[in-house]
């Protein structure tokens, strides 16, 4: 794979009371050679641990990819980072293809 994934969030759901993050959806994009491929989860989180607490309004996106790939665990990050490359390969170089000869 010669391009890089990028990790994005496209939402949080937190509790109001402390600004808890429980829920965060995300997406991953790659492109390469003009081509692009996507995919969409989400993870949710256990309660923070109180000394290591980030209020919402502090957070960033790098630190919540971090929790996400965290969540998500190495091998199933490179799953998902190679799925796309895949897909990608598929569109460069079709080995299948569907339709009717008429």
Known sequence: MTATAEWNIATL???LDDG???TAHW?????DQGESAGAYGS??????????????????????????K?????EQVTSVEESLANQIQ????PT????IPW
Request: zero cysteines.
């Open 13 to 15: 759901e937190r509790h």
């Open 20 to 22: 808890a993050v429980y």
């Open 27 to 31: 997406t991953v994009n790659l492109e």
């Open 43 to 68: 993870v949710g989180f256990s309660d923070p641990d109180p000394d290591a607490f980030t209020p919402y309004d502090q957070l960033t996106k790098e630190q919540v990819v971090g929790w996400v």
């Open 70 to 74: 965290d969540a998500l665990g190495e």
């Open 90 to 93: 598929q569109k460069l170089d």
């Open 96 to 99: 299948d293809a569907s339709g």
